[in-house]
Every structure is written in structure tokens, then in C-alpha cells.
């Protein structure tokens, strides 16, 4: 989840809008639970917020914890692949891993996240197959490899999430960058 919520503040921030993102890991060796959060305004950020509009679950025990914390109107993914919630009501669920797995790139189910959370907000796709072409642009053999199987776990997220039905609105365009990334 950290890459997905990560990569959507980043691609956003590349086209000129606000983020500000907020990372909790656990002081666990291994398989703690990690939260990460992402907000994205054509305006500065000056908090992490009170309400979450999005939740994403890889797992039931995220489910568990932050169900109670998604506004109303907002809206819970959820790795069907693991686990079924016991409210659909605001939720639609995907099997993450399956998925990426259709791309021919196993370690995709962020990227098959990231499409889902840009369909919710009418994000549209170029910023994220350009996030993506900078991400995976590293002169190695198989970038374009890593790239067209990225792209389309993006794309496959993004269909998945028009099929649920959801749109929380759409994203006011950004005011385009101003600053030099480092």
C-alpha cells in the first residue's frame, strides 16, 4: 500500500498539485500492519485531515482497524483475493494479487491499486503512464518490459473500479508544477 499511496502523491505532485503523504510503520521486525496516506489539493496541504475518503485493505486486519474511519460517501477497496468484508455497502473488492499476475508482472498490485484510486478521482491516465516511463526508465534491458506489464495493471486497476460503479468526484486540474524535483 505505501507504494500505491507514494506513486499517486508522486504523479501528482509531478503535474503541479499539493500532497502530502504520512507513512506509519510499526516498530515490528516483519509483518506488522504499515498505513500510509496520501492528500492531494490544487491548494497547500497543512495536515494529515480527520477523514479518510479512500481505504484500501490488502488485508482483513486493515478492514478490521480503519473501517470505521471512511467518511460517508467514501469508499473501501479491498483484496478480494484474501478476504470478503462483512459490509459491501461502500466497497468494491479486487483480487490484487491475481490481477497483476495477468500482466505478467506479479509485483504489480500496487500499480493495479494506483489505477483503481485514479479512476475514483477521474485522475487521468497519462499522468500515471508518465509516473510510470520515470519510475522504470533506468536503461536496464527489460524497461519497456517492466513498463507496458506497469501500464497495464494501471489500466486493469482503473477498469476494475469503473465495473464497482464508485466516483468520489473528480479532481479539480492541477496548477502545474512549480518547483524542480530533486
Known amino acids: 500500500m505505501v507504494t500505491s499511496s507514494e506513486g499517486l502523491a508522486e504523479a501528482a505532485s509531478n503535474v503541479g498539485y499539493h500532497v502530502q503523504t504520512f507513512v506509519t510503520f510499526p516498530s515490528q521486525i516483519m509483518g506488522g500492519p504499515v ?11 497543512l495536515s494529515s485531515g480527520d477523514d479518510i475518503d479512500v481505504l ?24 478480494s483475493g484474501d478476504f470478503e ?11 490484487f494479487a491475481d490481477l497483476a499476475k495477468s500482466t505478467g508482472n506479479a509485483r504489480a498490485e500496487n ?3 494506483l489505477g483503481a484510486l485514479a479512476h475514483l478521482v477521474s485522475m487521468a491516465q497519462s499522468i500515471l503512464e508518465d509516473f510510470v516511463r520515470a519510475r522504470f526508465t533506468r536503461g536496464r534491458p527489460n524497461d519497456d518490459q517492466i513498463i ?5 495493471a494501471l489500466t486493469l486497476g482503473r477498469q476494475e473500479a469503473e465495473k464497482s460503479g464508485f466516483v468520489l ?14
Open 56 to 79: 484500501v485493505c490488502f488485508n482483513e486486519e486493515a478492514y478490521l482497524n480503519h473501517r470505521d474511519d471512511v467518511t460517508d460517501g467514501g469508499v473501501i477497496i479491498y483484496n
Open 111 to 113: 500499480m493495479i491499486v
Open 148 to 152: 507496458s506489464s506497469n501500464i497495464e
Open 35 to 45: 498505513m500510509s496516506q496520501a492528500r492531494i489539493s490544487t491548494t497547500p496541504v
Open 169 to 182: 468526484g473528480e479532481l479539480a486540474p492541477s496548477i502545474g508544477p512549480k518547483a524542480t524535483r530533486f
Open 85 to 95: 468484508p462483512d459490509d459491501l455497502a461502500s466497497s468494491f473488492g479486487m483480487p
